[in-house]
């Protein structure tokens, strides 16, 4: 082979090289998430409150004691869930006089 074909191949390479690390470069990925629940805006300071939920249900009961089995539970947890709701009816802020968590949270994870 010449000497002018192998420069000619060698630069031929780098270019399609080049060209193929430019194409990934600028390459957007492409995420399906259109109409889904967006989180990002969310500060995560709005999830404490339910935190402090899970850890008086942990400190009170037992690590994830919520997902057992309960005798008669659709009714338990109903009525435990609009207790926590009546009390924080008229004060949004009401807090769980046990707990220190508030009404409103406890009742949204009954």
């Given at each position: 082979?010449?000497?002018?074909l192998?420069?000619y191949?060698?630069?031929?390479?780098?270019?399609?090289e080049s060209?193929n690390?430019?194409?990934v470069v600028?390459?957007?990925g492409?995420?399906?998430?259109?109409g889904?629940?967006?989180?990002?805006?969310?500060?995560?300071?709005?999830l404490k409150?339910?935190?402090?939920?899970?850890?008086?249900g942990?400190k009170?009961?037992e690590t994830?004691?919520c997902l057992?089995?309960f005798e008669d539970s659709d009714?338990?947890f109903?009525?435990?869930?609009?207790?926590h709701?009546e009390?924080?009816?008229?004060?949004p802020l009401?807090?769980?006089?046990?707990t220190?968590?508030?009404h409103?949270?406890?009742?949204?994870?009954q």
């Open positions: 082979m010449s000497e002018q192998l420069r191949e060698a630069v031929m390479k780098e270019k399609t060209e690390l430019k194409k600028d390459h957007q492409l995420k399906h998430d259109t889904k629940q967006p989180w990002f805006a969310m500060p995560l300071v709005v409150p339910l935190a402090d939920v899970f850890a008086a942990e009170k009961y994830f004691n057992q089995p009714r338990r109903w009525d435990a869930t609009m207790r709701l009390a924080c009816q008229l004060d009401a807090k769980d006089e046990e220190g968590c508030y409103g949270c406890t009742g949204l994870l």
